[in-house]
């Protein structure tokens, strides 16, 4: 394999600290400098100060979700993405309801898990790693099973780095009066995603995610009469979005004690998103971030999981070279040696690495980045890239 060369671009849109590698994952991810010095100053959490951030950040993320009116309520809560998916799942669903979970990755299979947990019924449509669910099959399943009252569908699968057809599903889900559960953790903020174009009733997302805040929160844009029939639905007294979404409409305040740095961050997050164009600007950013990462990749001899058609521009799936030198977790090592931090695989049908396209990052970086593999596996003896057959 010989030395490949890769463009250089305008300059990188953020430089890490001195010994601070680029994340290159779906989340956590890089963020930039004036994320970070938000940070700087102490909040108390009852402050009406810091209830005019959570205010904004509120009234912001329905702004993005396209909701212009009291039909849908913006509810942050604290802890991971998954807080927030298991939040709105024991909303959405009825204590005597029946979800359609829509599967082809860790994330649609952990939804399923969540369910077991609560108690709830459903059944699964397990397109396995990487297929896409497709509209037909999910008209056929609502029809020959009338008492699904919810469907779930993970807008981008990042264990395999899919974008799957949410638009053509979500339009089958309404013409057969069911409600839709959206994980939109990897998508909202990149990926146009408003209550116009997609009749959703429910949308969960994270901080630290496309809009480049930090981990600490997630949030959901529900439906706002949904919320209003879940009040004691709940299965946990933390874990009650009605009850947070209550207690906040009363109070302007958290139930309990709030990230105060990560939702200030966020902030700070989200008048950067604005200036860079909103939803549009940062899809375009990404989007060419992963154009030259698979040209790059491709030109080393990888070879990505999914077809172009499917590629998302938030996290890309390579499969690992079938080459006896090659091992992930040096490969992992070399990179971080490098300034650079990937994500292993999640696939179930063969041994694979993902790296992701958000962040503070640019085309620079990308081209950065794509050197320092050609270094490292310059370094491990490795020249071929090719995947098993």
């Known amino acids: 394999m010989s030395k490949a060369e890769f463009p250089t671009s305008r300059a990188a849109l953020a430089t890490p600290a001195l010994g601070e590698p680029y994340l290159l994952t779906p989340g956590p991810l890089t963020t930039s400098l004036a994320t970070k010095e938000a940070m700087l100053r102490d909040w108390g959490s009852w402050d009406a100060d810091f209830n005019q951030v959570t205010a904004e950040i509120r009234q912001g993320l329905l702004a993005m979700a396209g909701v212009d009116d009291d039909s849908f309520a913006c509810v942050p809560l604290q802890g991971s993405g998954t807080f927030a998916v298991e939040a709105a799942l024991a909303t959405a669903i009825p204590r005597d309801g029946k979800a359609l979970v829509l599967m082809n990755g860790a994330y649609g299979k ?20 990487y297929l896409p669910p497709q509209p037909e099959e999910v008209a056929e399943l609502l029809r020959t099973n009338p008492d699904v009252t919810t469907v779930f569908l993970v807008h ?16 089958v889900v309404k013409a057969h009066g069911k409600s839709l559960v959206v994980d939109a953790m990897s998508s909202f903020g990149a990926v146009p995603l408003t209550v116009e174009q997609i009749p959703f009733d429910v949308m969960v997302s ?39 979404w209550a207690y906040m409409e009363k109070t302007g305040q958290w139930r309990f004690t709030p990230p105060t740095h990560s939702v200030v961050a966020f902030r700070k997050a989200l008048e950067q998103h604005t200036a860079e164009g909103g939803v549009a600007g940062r899809l375009a950013r990404y989007t060419r971030n992963r154009d030259l990462l698979v040209a790059g990749m491709r030109q080393l001899g990888f070879a990505t999981l999914l077809e172009d058609r499917w590629l998302s521009p938030i996290i890309t799936t390579f499969f690992s070279p079938d080459h006896p030198n090659f091992e992930f977790k040096r490969f ?58």
């Open 156 to 171: 981008c699968e990042t264990s395999s780095g899919i974008l799957n057809p949410l638009k053509e599903i979500a339009e």
């Open 206 to 244: 994270s901080a630290n995610k496309c809009i480049e805040g930090i981990p600490g929160f997630g949030f959901v844009v529900i439906r706002r009469s949904l919320l209003e029939a879940a009040k004691g639905r709940a299965h946990s007294l933390s874990l009650d979005l009605h009850e947070q």
């Open 110 to 129: 952990r939804a399923a898990q969540i369910l077991d947990y609560l108690g709830r019924a459903h059944i699964d449509l397990d397109k396995g790693d």
């Open 332 to 389: 992992y090592n070399e990179l971080k040696a490098r300034q650079f931090v990937i994500y292993p695989g999640k696939l179930t049908i063969a041994e694979s690495f993902r790296i992701g396209c958000i962040g503070q990052i640019d085309e620079a970086v990308v081209a950065q980045l794509l050197r320092a593999i050609a270094d490292s596996l310059a370094a491990m003896g490795v020249d071929r890239c090719q995947p098993a057959a």
